[in-house]
């Protein structure tokens, strides 16, 4: 395992704030101001967390999950962003998020959206198991008029280790 989590802390939130603002990451996401993250880190529904290569205990990027104080089993990852990109970092992570939900937290569905644009994060995500439930149709009004998002899930019963 090259990449491990561990929780973010205030000392990080300029480097979750820089790779969220960054030109090649900016487009697919909807950047927090840094004073939602910092609440981030101390709600109880939320883990945030930094993304470290195991080797060398460089920051590659944060991620974001939600509902862990809700009842009804079911976890959102509301963010992956990475720094560095092609090398399987964010495969790897995401494979620690799904064990980590289903394994250790007992959750019985992982959910997720993902803008429509991004082909990238929805070929991964598809190819690790998780199916498409839908599309929240022109949802989000940016400068250059509406965009889509992709709602994807596993449920427990349909996680493979690996």
């Known amino acids: 395992m090259t990449m491990h989590l561990r929780p973010t802390t205030e000392a990080d939130l ?7 603002h960054a030109a090649d990451n900016s487009p ?7 004073e939602r993250h910092q609440k981030a880190l101390a709600d109880p529904d939320i883990r945030h967390w930094i993304a470290e ?3 060398t205990g460089q920051p590659v990027g944060y991620v974001i999950l939600a509902g862990l104080a809700q009842s009804h089993d079911s976890i959102e990852l509301m963010r992956i962003t990475l720094a560095v990109k092609g ?14 939900a289903f394994t250790d937290q007992g959750a019985n569905r ?7 644009t991004n082909e990238r994060a929805l070929h991964l995500y598809q190819s690790e198991g998780f199916r498409i439930e839908g599309t929240l149709r022109e949802c989000l009004k940016t400068g250059a008029g509406y965009e889509s998002l992709i709602v994807l899930s ?4 349909e996680y493979r280790p690996g």
């Open 14 to 20: 300029p480097f979750v704030y820089g790779l969220e």
């Open 28 to 34: 697919y996401l909807l950047p927090w101001p840094i």
């Open 53 to 55: 290569h195991t080797k």
């Open 87 to 100: 090398k399987g970092y964010g495969r790897e992570i995401l494979r620690q998020i799904k064990q980590w």
């Open 110 to 116: 992982l959910w997720l959206d993902v803008k429509e």
């Open 154 to 157: 596993m449920l427990a019963r």
